[in-house]
């Protein structure tokens, strides 16, 4: 009988062997899913993407591993980065203005992440001053940490981006810093990078804030309009680290500002690297 069952368990195939299999076939497919975006991007130079692995990798996998999706984001992504000299141009981490708003924390990312597996930033809405801070300034300095953070944490970022945008002290000088043209561009700008935003929390907002949040909802999809939360205070993101300004157990919101305004002076060069790459645009 023992013998007989040591036969049956001869033939059948190792479960953890069959695994291994499996994924050796989805890590081949995805090399070679990869490979094909790089000769896509050799073929169409004027994109003049990044051709990493990783980079290309990354975008594939926020695409759900859609190949035609991938190719369609990256052209999106690249003709922003060219498009938009105002944030993606000249992004030296030591430049005053620059220095000024990471001083100030006007966008800082969470340790770790929310119970969902989501990565989680806050953008702090009204912690610039609207008479000697531009409002692309501000957001070149967002994009500039938005950009470090996707090298540091990619698979937190390939979540989902939980974005708390924290309103407290906003003046009117603020709403007026926001034309509709600068409202499409940062609404666009969103849909461009490859992390999908999964939540927009506005929180300490005033009485008034949805009629300057209409016109944000003009210039959004469906979708994003959907995952849109107002609060007048406090935040419903569970996330061990949030920052003690949010009711959290984290650092402070100057704390936070203090550790990636260091980030980004330790990586200058990887600023330089990344102006390498948008698409040629015809002038």
């Keep these: 009988m023992d013998s007989h069952e040591n036969s049956i368990d001869a033939d059948l195939p190792d479960f953890n062997v069959l695994l291994e299999n ?39 996998r926020t ?36 220095q000024e708003l990471l001083t100030l924390g006007v966008f800082l990312p969470v340790d770790g992440v929310d119970e969902q597996q989501r990565k989680v930033v806050i953008i702090r809405t009204a912690a610039h001053d609207p008479k000697r801070h531009s409002q692309n300034n501000v957001f ?10 996707l090298k540091f944490e990619p698979d937190n970022c390939a979540r989902g981006i ?79 680290q949030l920052p003690k300004n949010l009711g959290g157990q984290g650092p402070t919101y100057k704390e936070l500002a203090m550790k990636w305004k260091r980030l980004l002076e330790q990586n200058a060069d990887f600023y330089v690297e990344q102006g390498k790459y948008k698409s040629l645009v015809k002038r």
């Design 63 to 98: 695409c759900k591993f859609d190949v035609e999706r991938t190719k369609s984001k990256l052209k999106t992504f690249y003709q922003m980065r060219a498009e938009r000299t105002e944030w993606f141009d000249n992004c030296d981490p030591m430049l005053p203005e620059i």
């Design 140 to 149: 070149k300095t967002s994009k500039m940490i938005l950009d470090l953070l």
């Design 162 to 240: 939980v974005a708390i945008m924290d309103m407290q002290g906003v003046q009117l000088g603020h709403a007026l810093q926001l034309n509709p043209k600068l409202i499409k561009r940062s609404v666009e700008s969103w849909t461009a990078y490859p992390c999908q935003p999964k939540l927009l929390e506005f929180t300490n907002a005033p009485r008034h804030v949805n009629l300057f949040l209409n016109t944000f909802r003009v210039f959004m999809t469906t979708k994003i309009r959907s995952r849109v939360v107002v609060r007048r205070e406090g935040t419903m993101v569970k996330c061990k």
């Design 22 to 60: 499996e994924d050796d076939l989805i890590e081949k497919k995805e090399q070679l899913q990869v490979q094909e975006l790089s000769d896509w991007l050799d073929a169409n130079p004027h994109i003049n993407g990044c051709k990493a692995y990783d980079s290309l990798h990354f975008f594939l």
